[in-house]
C-alpha cells in the first residue's frame, strides 16, 4: 500500500499537514521528538554504564581466603 506513493504523493501529504496543523505547531512537535531521543539515547547509555558497574563490582568481590576470614 505504503510502496505506491512516490516524491508527489510525500509532497502532498507534507502540504496538507502543513496546513492542517500550522508550522508554528509541526515545530514545536518536532522539537519534543528531538528531546525524546536525546533522553533515550541518555537512558541507554545510562542503562549501558549501570549494567559495567555492576560487572565491575562482580569483579571486586572479596578474595580474602577462607580460612583469614575466621580470625576477625
Same mark, same amino acid.
Not at 506513493?5 to 501529504?13: A, R, S, T
Not at 514545536?28 to 539515547?41: D, N, Q, R
Given at each position: 500500500?505504503? !510502496? !505506491? +506513493?512516490?516524491?508527489?504523493? @510525500? @509532497? =502532498?501529504?507534507? #502540504? #496538507? *499537514?502543513? #496546513? %492542517? ?7 514545536? %512537535? ?6 525524546? +531521543? ?5 537512558? *541507554?547509555?545510562?542503562?549501558? $554504564?549501570? =549494567?559495567? &558497574?555492576?560487572? !565491575? ?5 572479596? #578474595?580474602?581466603?577462607?580460612? &583469614? $576470614?575466621?580470625?576477625?
Amino acid at each position: 500500500m505504503l !510502496n !505506491n +506513493i512516490g516524491l508527489p504523493g @510525500l @509532497l =502532498l501529504i507534507a #502540504v #496538507v *499537514v502543513l #496546513v %492542517l496543523f500550522g508550522r508554528g505547531k509541526i515545530s514545536s %512537535l518536532m522539537g519534543e521528538v528531538g528531546k525524546g +531521543i536525546t533522553a533515550f539515547k541518555k537512558g *541507554v547509555s545510562d542503562g549501558t $554504564k549501570e =549494567l559495567e &558497574d555492576d560487572a !565491575n563490582a562482580e569483579a571486586a568481590r572479596d #578474595v580474602t581466603p577462607a580460612a &583469614d $576470614k575466621d580470625k576477625v
